[in-house]
């Protein structure tokens, strides 16, 4: 069952991992699921695993309490993380946790990024916060995950890496690859010494129609 939905988080766990977005089995790649019962589920990549070998038994189907469902895999770690971003975000479908090198510079430096440029507030919804540490798996991270993540659509984890969120897997992986952008040009912007954010007239406009397209309070 779902073949489809777990053939899709495989080719972007895959294409995440092409474009050097992780390292190994590191990362997780999840997707929502409709299902006809009405319960609340996700296809998630597994633990431990390298993506170029995945197949499509090996996706784990587990409910929002991070019960499996359907596969004979361990799920990732991180599912507790991806659950948590579901239950607040109804209008997220899918997620991708990656380990990119600039995003990684600035979880350690614990630098929120603040609205550099247009495309960052039009398709992240502002800055890119760094959530509060806590240990990798942990109810703890999912919690301030959420937190930091808030109304946008990508959040750094201290000393860790980013988390993005989409209505499909294709703008999830695009939202990671721009927050990676983001960094690169942050930690690039930073050994100038010199910052020059957004006007602030401009990140609101721009903000208001990011609410528009992503709002949790639209349709």
């Known amino acids: 069952m779902w073949d489809s939905e777990k053939k899709a988080v495989?080719?972007?766990?895959?294409?995440?991992?092409?474009k050097g977005l992780v390292v190994g089995t590191a990362g997780?790649?999840?997707?929502?699921?409709?299902?006809?019962?009405?319960?609340?589920l996700l296809a998630i990549t597994p633990s431990g695993r390298y993506y170029d070998s995945l197949k499509i038994d090996d996706i784990v189907v587990v409910d929002f309490e991070g019960?499996?469902?359907?596969?004979e895999q361990k799920a990732s770690i991180e599912t507790v993380m991806h659950?948590?971003?579901y239950k607040a975000r109804k209008k997220v479908n899918a997620i991708v946790h990656a380990h990119p090198a600039f995003c990684s510079v600035i979880a350690v430096t614990g630098l929120d990024i603040p609205p550099l440029i247009d495309e960052q507030v039009i398709y992240i919804g502002g800055e890119i916060k760094v959530a509060e540490y806590a240990l990798p798996g942990t109810p703890?991270?999912?919690?301030?995950?959420v937190s930091a993540l808030g109304p946008r659509n990508a959040v750094i984890?201290?000393?860790?890496?980013?988390?993005s969120v989409g209505r499909d897997m294709r703008e999830a992986l695009t939202i990671c690859e721009l927050a990676e952008e983001m960094a690169k040009i942050y930690v690039s912007v930073l050994?100038?010494?010199?910052v020059n954010t957004l006007p602030a007239e401009v990140v609101?406009?721009?903000?208001?129609?990011?609410?528009?397209?992503?709002?949790?309070?639209?349709?």
């Open 204 to 219: 609101e406009l721009e903000k208001a129609f990011f609410a528009s397209v992503y709002g949790e309070g639209e349709g």
């Open 28 to 40: 997780n790649v999840s997707l929502r699921l409709k299902d006809p019962s009405g319960r609340e």
């Open 67 to 71: 019960q499996r469902v359907e596969g």
């Open 83 to 85: 659950t948590e971003v």
């Open 157 to 163: 984890l201290a000393n860790h890496g980013v988390l």
């Open 140 to 145: 703890e991270l999912a919690k301030n995950a």
């Open 10 to 18: 495989i080719e972007v766990a895959q294409e995440m991992e092409r």
């Open 191 to 194: 050994s100038l010494g010199k």
